[in-house]
């Protein structure tokens, strides 16, 4: 056997600590449910609202390139003819 001591009280605050950040967590998530249920009672749109959120966590160079490689690839699949949609749809 090793005369390795492990420091059992200091592992056990580690864990006792990660387990309330854990309920924590759970908790606010909790919290975010209810927000998104009562906007949606108030006739708003829960996966715009969710888009939103998303998009003002990217910095704005970040947004403004996702938009522009998203208009790209619309108007590059709207400009395709017929027989390229369906070939590769094939």
Do not use: H
């Not at 492990?6 to 309330?20: C, L």
């Not at 970040?62 to 490689?69: N, P, T």
């Not at 590059?76 to 017929?82: D, G, L, S, V, Y």
């Amino acid at each position: 056997m090793s005369d390795v001591t492990i420091p059992g009280g200091k592992i056990r605050a580690f864990v006792e600590r990660i387990e309330n950040i854990d309920s924590e967590i759970q908790q606010l998530n909790e919290q975010k449910k209810e927000v998104f249920a009562e906007a949606k009672g108030d006739g708003f749109d829960v996966k715009i609202l969710k888009e939103i959120v998303k998009l003002r966590k990217q910095d704005e160079e970040e947004r403004d390139e996702r938009e522009s490689m998203l208009d790209l690839y619309m108007r590059a699949m709207e400009q395709a003819t017929p027989a390229e949609k369906t070939a590769k749809a094939a």
